[in-house]
């Protein structure tokens, strides 16, 4: 298997990696600064977040009406959770559609660098200005989320492409750790930044995740066909491309030549395949019941990614940049899960039992959690367990579950459909993850963070209930 990669399946791996990386760096920085938003957004007596800022949060209040107390701001917070997410759900729908039809690398660099602009003018721009206005948060929020949206389907898509089915499992288990590797990233950019006000710690990611944007716009190449090779549908068939598009970044077409053998140069091109349409692909097999399922456990997963460190300030007392911090070990264990529990469903050469088992035990792992005493490394080691547990099987779905869905036998090869199935996918799960954010802030203000926990517990025991189900049929 591995003798069939070459040097452009390792370029095309990490740099759709890196997209993903920095994309979800910059996200993750907005759940790492809540409790310093949050502090100056409201007249509280202490400015946690030690701020360079000229207006005390007291001031801050009285000349922009935000937000009474802390209470209210968490709402609020919450609610740009959802409104994100909202938004970013309605655009994977339209994103994959149009991933399908449209070169993906002018998608995926569009996407990335529009969404850098967004967040400094959220995060950076904003405070430098003392400019402070709900509505101005929310429709900045919902752009944001409609540009992100774009990346996803088509890193899948990329990756789709260029890798078939043989070790598909292990391959994107490894690859799908890039969300989890961004919030580390995201994580420790922020921390670092975050004395001097979190303004800074938007500007640092959003001005890695523009540049990273334009690197992919010069360098990725987002099928073999770009350089003459067969494009892998599945794990017994090919199609044939010509030589006609050459890599952006090599300007010697004889050397190109000379590495590659094209067979098919000069006989007649096998049609390529067109795009499937919304319908179509939203009534293969398969995609509706993960959909549905994927909504469920994404609503847990990122419920973690958006209130981790929140969680961690409020409920046991510590700073802000400790809880940054710490929270990496979820996604710690993120990375581990996808990449074994990936190699393991190919082995068996079936996905639904290793997700099904895995989600079983993630029900006993946050009961666990909810209990962990006040101590950073106990706390660290069950977040670790709970990522590897919860993390790991939302991997395998929006990557190698999402990319067999979109290459299976009811396409007959003859149509494509995996950027627009990813986008279905994740988009559904989105949708959950939306509402689920809103839910979590009401929750936790009304009934505490014990009835959190409890909320997660039956999500996921509803996705454990639905991949057992597929695992019996």
Known sequence: MWSLYTYHHLLAFLLTFLSYVLLHASRKTFSNVK???????TPSALQQNGSNSSLSPGETWEENQLFADVEEATLFLGALDSIFLFSYAVGLYISGVIGDRFNLRYVLSFGLCGSAVTEFVFGTLTEWLHFYNV?????????????????????VAIMGNWFGKSGRGFIFGLWSACASVGNILGAFLASSVLKYGYEYAFLVTSVVQFAGGVVVFFGLL?????????????????VHYSDSQHPLMNDDEDALCDEY?????DEELEPQPKAIGFLQAFCLPGVIPYSLAYACLKLV??????????YLCNNFGWKEVQADRLSVWYDVG???????????????????PVLAISLLLAMGALVGYSHSPNNQLVNGALLATTGFLIGGPSNIISSAISADLGRQGALQ???????????IVDGTGSIGAAGGQYLVSLIESKLGWMCVFYFFIIMVGCDATAQVHTFSQ
Do not use: H, M
């Open 35 to 41: 409790v310093s938003i949050s502090a100056q957004w």
């Open 222 to 238: 987002t099928s073999p066909k770009e350089i003459g090779e067969e494009l892998v549908l599945d794990s017994s068939s090919t």
């Open 135 to 155: 509505y101005f948060y929310c429709i900045l929020w919902v752009i944001n989320g409609l540009l992100q949206s774009t990346v996803w389907p088509c890193v």
């Open 261 to 265: 053998s094209i067979q098919q140069r």
């Open 413 to 423: 090869n003859s149509q494509q459909a995996l950027a627009t199935v990813t986008g």
């Open 301 to 310: 997963n990122y419920s973690f990614f958006f209130w981790l460190p929140f």
């Open 334 to 352: 993120g990375i581990v899960g996808g990449t074994v529990q990936g190699l393991i469903s190919d082995v068996l050469g079936k996905r639904a």
